[in-house]
Every structure is written in structure tokens, then in C-alpha cells.
């Protein structure tokens, strides 16, 4: 990454995909295939941040049709609970899918862009610190812009 005029590292992520400089937040990310992705924004365009969990939804909507339909043929037609089981056990599997699937990522927004870093073995500490770290160089940029001014 070419820096700009008085811009200074901040933060750099250990594979060096996610860059906090003085001006920008720079993301590059590999799609496979030989192709990459590269996010850029600048501080004074930057909304806001979040940490999340994104999953696939439709594994929860499946476990919770699993279960509702096991619950409702059981009701209808009592047998042994065996439906229901199968229903529950269908629902439990769906859920453990969904869970297992879902990541951590920091969403940080400006406009209508949106980054999304995946977040890998980082506790919420360290996330609250980069969050920390993108509001006080956010701050501090519009410090400097508006004295400018």
C-alpha cells in the first residue's frame, strides 16, 4: 500500500489484510481463483462499526420447521413420540449446522459500502480495542480536517 501525505500506520493486522492507517482502513481479502478484493475507505467517510455474527439463516428456519412440524403430527396423531423425536432430532442437527457455520466478523460502514473482516481467534477484548482504535482515528482525522478549515 502507496501512503498518502503524512499518513502513518496505526494497526496492521498479523496477515496483513486489514491496514488502520491515520487516513483509511484498507481490507484486502482473497476470493480464490486467483482473485482478490481490496475494500479502502477514509476515516471521514466511515459510519460506523459493529461486531456480529453473520450464519445461514436457513439452517435456523429449518430446525424450527423441523421441530414445529414434528410437534403438530404429534399432536395430530399421537403415536409413541416418535415423530416428535425425529423432529427434535432433525431440529437439533439443523441448529448444530447453523451454529457451527456462523462467524465473527467486524462490520465497519461508510455509505452504502460495507466491510466485513472476518474475525478468527480473537477474543471480544481485542476486538473492543480495534473498534477503540478506528473511533480514535476516526476522531482525530476530523480533528485535523476541520482545524484545517
Do not use: W
Request: charged content about 25%.
Amino acid at each position: 500500500m502507496k501512503f498518502m501525505n503524512g499518513e502513518k500506520l496505526i494497526l496492521e493486522s498479523d496477515n496483513k489484510n486489514l491496514i488502520l492507517t491515520t487516513h483509511r482502513i484498507r481490507f484486502i481479502q482473497k476470493l480464490g481463483f486467483g482473485k482478490t478484493e481490496v475494500i479502502s475507505i477514509m476515516l471521514e467517510n466511515l459510519d460506523g462499526c459493529k461486531f456480529r455474527y453473520i450464519g445461514k439463516k436457513h439452517f435456523l428456519i429449518i430446525a424450527f420447521l423441523s421441530f414445529v412440524t414434528g410437534l403438530t403430527l404429534e399432536v395430530l396423531r399421537p403415536s409413541n413420540n416418535e415423530i416428535f423425536i425425529t423432529g427434535l432430532i432433525i431440529s437439533l442437527i439443523f441448529y448444530i449446522l447453523y451454529y457451527i457455520t456462523r462467524k465473527a466478523v467486524i462490520s465497519l460502514y461508510a455509505g452504502e459500502l460495507t466491510m466485513n473482516v472476518l474475525v478468527k481467534r480473537m477474543g471480544i477484548e481485542k476486538v473492543t480495542d480495534f473498534i477503540d482504535e478506528v473511533e480514535k482515528a476516526k476522531n482525530d482525522r476530523m480533528s485535523i480536517i476541520f482545524s484545517n478549515k
